[in-house]
Nanobody
Framework: QVQLVESGGGLVQAGGSLRLSCAAS????????MGWFRQAPGKKREFVAA????????YYADSVKGRFTISRDNAKNTVYLQMNSLEPKDTAVYYC??????????????????????WGQGTQVTVSS
């Protein structure tokens, strides 16, 4: 049974930082990609960032580019999302997702929720103004 567990969410003032973690258990992901998505109240789930296991290429939504950084520690089977210069519009539940079957793909492929096989339960991030 694969589990993805997010942590690191919380309440932060605008301009502040948070680092989210996503620990995977149940299998080691040596291929595919890991992604972060978010969903604000009343809005659709949207892509935030993704990283390939092989090569480590990263992709970001325009709304977070330059402020957020995705990284991974394959030895710990963990992916991180460092979020800096947070804004109230970043308030959402953040979800970690794992694609276990792909070897390559474009930004648009990784930005699709249906690409991913496994999802975490989410962690709340609230940014106050």
């Amino acid at each position: 049974q694969v589990q993805l567990v997010e942590s690191g969410g919380g309440l932060v003032q605008a301009g502040g930082s948070l680092r989210l973690s996503c620990a995977a258990s149940g299998r080691t992901f040596s291929t595919g990609a890991m992604g972060w998505f978010r969903q604000a109240p009343g809005k659709k789930r949207e892509f935030v960032a993704a990283i390939w296991h092989i090569g480590g290429s990263t992709y970001y939504a325009d709304s977070v580019k330059g402020r957020f950084t995705i990284s991974r520690d394959n030895a710990k089977n963990t992916v991180y999302l460092q979020m800096n210069s947070l804004e109230p519009k970043d308030t959402a539940v953040y979800y970690c997702a794992a694609d276990s079957h792909s070897y390559s793909g474009s930004y648009y492929y990784l930005a699709e929720a249906r690409t991913y096989d496994y999802w975490g339960q989410g962690t709340q991030v609230t940014v106050s103004s």
